[in-house]
């Protein structure tokens, strides 16, 4: 229970208070004594009372007094606290202090200020003064009126608006007391060094190691959790990770860059990468082989539209490289587009010359200046690099982590699963593996499950599917369409190959041929195919790579066919009748109309004209016709020594391989083969055999030996090459 304020003097006399001149009191006794018999004090015995001692009279209690003379005594009676100078923060200082107080603290500082308005109110409404009001608040609110008072005195000379600030308990102001024992700054320094190390220790095992030093030093000491919180106040968590867990741990506790992509739209942005999926795929066996097929992970590289995270392309392969990413891109510009913007990472795959040569900020391999530009320099994409080893940089990392799960753990691929770490390995790792056209089955459908999912959260589907988001923006938004002449730009291409009479093309073991190519037989060319989709054809180019037309594929057929004989006539009958109907097209007139055109402009016959000089023949037998010589006779020694040369020759010709027209081209390549060997090491052939090597280098035959030979190496012989 609070102790109420009572002024220093509770008993007054009347000639006291007349000489008081308190307000609302008469000036003199006589006056005095006259308001004490109209407001009948004296009725009242415990507020009045006769003196004691000399003189004797009335004496009066100070609470019979007006208001106003009352507060008057009390704000005399009142205690003065006195807040130094120095204890005053400024405005400033004070809400920053204020702020970084706990809910609790701020909650007592909002109650004191709610008592200090309320006796401003109080005051207002009675009109007696603040130690009436005080008084008052302080039977109601259960606090102290000194208690009320102090806090008066904290916001003396405050601004309203800034009272909160520094109504606060004071004591969180105060600067932390001294501990009655401290732990030696040497013994300090070596728990620290010990703790933070690369090889994060124990804390434990590091206080019992100093214990051991500071022991034989005689350095003073703490208790193991009181040094513990020692070194999380002195050393930040910050500091802790860098020093134990290092630089790149450190990097991921900074905040990653939010980028807005909302400002985007469809195909202004993609990004491309490659992942390796968590499942045992078998790759079909190689043509002309029974074994298996090699089993591995399969590599995946993909196209995303980054505003709406739609996967737009993707192809499978056995290991990164740029082949399948100029296949991908291809795929995703045909179908979809070219894009503005390409983000890639620094991978060889990504930075290769055929990609992205001609790139100003490409930092992969030498860069001359005579370097062809790359697909997406020529299509006129503007390309990025991320950060190498930062995922956060490529938002398809995203998409592969939901891939991670929900394609590589697909009920379907039970036995092939891997897991992702060489420790999470399942039980029946390594039991099955899956057949490629199966894998890439459930990956199409669950691809196309991914980009239709619904309830995404990305910043620019609000609930709605990849696809949703990117249709839409992709109805309106300008979209860059490659030509005829672009969409070969991606394709794979070969060289060193040449027509045939006919001007058809051999490649890979199939016949590509159209009637336009009659044009360009037995001409060397270029040609482009897509590897995926071999039978759509070949686009042929001229050695300076110019565009000359489409070669589709001609199928082989049975030997006794006989309707694929009949379809091939017909063809051959339209083709003959084609070839007519354009002659007679162009030869519009006939021989016998020509004819007569050239009798028309025959030039007319003149007379010879008549010598006028004759030219004299001196000596015997001059002026005749010279008698024809006779055939000249070879002597038996010439017969016998041409004999001889003409056999020697034959037999030359008869010790060359190639001359045996049993041999099959597999060992007449073996023959050119080592014809070539023995020219690199410089040793000798005849003159018939580099003859024959010539023009052997010129068959079609040698170029499809050639490059089977250069895939596979001398296994294509069955045995070593000899």
């Known amino acids: 229970m609070t102790k109420a304020i009572a002024p220093a003097q509770e008993w007054w006399t009347a000639e006291e208070i007349a000489l008081a001149a308190l307000p609302d009191m008469p000036s003199s006794k006589r006056g005095v004594n006259l308001l004490s018999d109209r407001l009948q004090w004296r009725a009242n015995p415990d507020l009045a009372r006769r003196r004691e001692g000399r003189g004797g009279g009335w004496e009066y209690s100070w609470q019979l007094f007006p208001d106003r003379a009352r507060a008057k005594l009390l704000s005399a009676a009142a205690p003065k606290v006195e807040v130094k100078a120095d204890d005053k923060m400024g405005r400033d200082e004070a809400w920053a202090w204020f702020d970084a107080l706990p809910k609790p603290v701020k909650a007592k500082a909002e109650a004191r200020l709610k008592v200090i308005d309320t006796v401003e109110a109080v005051e207002r409404a009675l009109m007696q003064g603040r ?16 208690t009320i008072w102090t806090w008066f005195a904290m916001i003396d000379g405050v601004r309203a608006d800034d009272r909160l600030a520094y109504l606060a308990p004071r004591n969180r102001a105060a600067e932390g007391r001294a501990r009655s024992k401290e732990c030696d700054p040497d013994f300090f320094a070596v728990l620290k060094s010990m703790y933070l190390r690369l090889t994060v220790p124990n804390f434990t095992d590091c206080y019992r190691d100093s214990l051991k030093i500071a022991k034989s030093k005689g350095w003073s000491v703490l208790p193991e959790r009181t040094m513990r919180r020692h070194l999380d106040k002195s050393v930040s968590k910050l500091t802790q990770v860098l020093t134990r867990e290092g630089v790149e741990a450190l990097k991921r506790l900074y905040p990653p860059q939010v980028r807005d992509k909302s400002a985007l739209t469809a195909m202004e942005a993609v990004n491309a990468d490659f992942h390796k999926f968590d499942v045992f795929v078998r790759w079909p066996a190689p043509y002309g082989q029974t074994e298996p097929g090699v089993i591995t992970r399969p590599q995946m590289v993909a196209f995303q539209d980054i505003y709406s995270g739609r996967i737009l392309s993707w192809r499978i392969d056995q290991t990164p490289n740029s082949t399948a990413v100029q296949l991908c891109a291809g795929d995703m510009i045909e179908t979809f587009g070219i894009p503005r913007h390409v983000l890639f990472d620094n991978g060889r795959e990504f930075a290769a010359k055929s990609l992205t040569g001609g790139a100003s900020t490409r930092f992969r391999f030498k860069i001359k200046e005579d370097d062809p530009q790359g697909l997406f320099e020529k299509l006129g994409c503007k390309i990025h690099w991320a950060t190498p080893y930062h995922g956060q940089a490529k938002p398809i990392e995203r998409a592969f982590r939901d891939m991670c799960s929900s394609i590589a753990k697909d009920v379907r691929f039970d036995g092939a699963y891997t897991g992702n770490t060489p420790l999470a390995k399942p039980e029946d790792y390594g039991s099955r593996a899956i057949d490629l056209e199966v894998f890439l089955k459930v990956l199409a459908e669950r691809i196309a499950e991914h980009n239709a999912r619904q309830d995404r959260r990305s910043s620019t589907a609000f609930g709605r599917s990849f696809v949703d988001v990117f249709d839409e923006s992709y109805a309106t938004a ?17 060289e060193g190959l040449k027509t045939n009479a006919h001007g058809s093309v051999w490649f890979q073991g199939n016949e590509f041929y159209d009637t336009w190519m009659h044009e360009i037989a037995n001409q060397r060319v270029v040609v482009r195919f897509d590897p995926a989709d071999f039978r759509a054809g070949l686009h042929i180019y001229s050695q300076d790579e110019a565009y000359l037309g489409h070669a589709p594929i001609r199928q082989a057929v049975g030997f006794f ?51 006028k000089v004759v030219k004299p023949v001196f000596g015997k037998g001059r002026g005749l016709i010279a008698a024809a010589r006779p055939d000249p006779v070879f002597s038996e020694e010439a017969v016998r020594a041409g004999q001889t040369a003409i056999v020697a020759d034959l037999a030359a010709h008869r010790s060359l391989p190639a001359a045996s027209d049993d041999d099959g081209p597999r060992e007449m390549f073996r023959e050119a083969l080592r014809l070539e060997r023995a020219l690199e090491a410089k040793e000798p052939i005849t003159r018939d055999q580099q003859r024959w090597l010539t023009s052997y280098q010129q068959h079609p035959a040698y170029a499809a030996e050639r490059m089977l030979w250069e895939m596979q190496g001398d296994a294509i012989f069955g045995t070593a090459n000899r």
């Open 478 to 494: 300008p979209i860059r369409k490659a030509t005829e002449a672009q969409r070969r730009l991606w394709l794979l291409g070969a």
């Open 561 to 611: 066919d006989a309707d694929e004989a009949r379809v091939h006539a017909r063809a051959i009958k339209s083709f003959q009748k084609a070839e007519r109907a354009l002659a007679k097209a162009h030869k519009t007139l006939t021989a016998a109309e020509l004819g007569g055109m050239m009798d028309a402009v025959a030039p007319i016959e003149t007379a010879a004209p008549a010598s």
């Open 131 to 146: 130690h009436v009001a005080v008084q008052t608040v302080a039977r109601t609110s259960g606090n102290g009126a000194r």
